[in-house]
Nanobody
Framework: QVQLVESGGGLVQPGGSLRLSCAAS????????MAWYRQAPGKQRELVAS???????NYADSVKGRFTISRDNAKNTAYLQMNSLKPEDTAVYYCSALGRGWGRGTQVTVSS
């Protein structure tokens, strides 16, 4: 069973940037498709971005060109670089090893 711990959330002004990290332990990190989801109050959890071990990535249309997902297999860590943040990006962000486990989430609030 994989354990995932997110970090890097916080309060940022519109137009600002944050980088989320997801540290994984247990299992074989390179075998996981890693993903970031988010859930805003009153809304369903949605997929933000995913990355295969090959480096292939996918993004939700709402974050394309602003967010970048990456992974460092040597550190068993996935990242989400978020630029040009908007108030509508406010949510709890969850890391997932698809089909294997979830982190507890980290709050991102975009507000002036």
């Amino acid at each position: 069973q994989v354990q995932l711990v997110e970090s890097g959330g916080g309060l940022v002004q519109p137009g600002g940037s944050l980088r989320l990290s997801c540290a994984a332990s247990g299992g074989i990190f390179t075998s996981y498709v890693m993903a970031w989801y988010r859930q805003a109050p009153g809304k369903q959890r949605e997929l933000v971005a995913s990355i295969f071990n090959t480096g292939h990535t996918n993004y939700a249309d709402s974050v394309k060109g602003r967010f970048t997902i990456s992974r460092d297999n040597a550190k068993n860590t996935a990242y989400l670089q978020m630029n040009s943040l908007k108030p509508e990006d406010t949510a709890v962000y969850y890391c997932s090893a698809l089909g294997r486990g979830w982190g507890r989430g980290t709050q991102v609030t975009v507000s002036s």
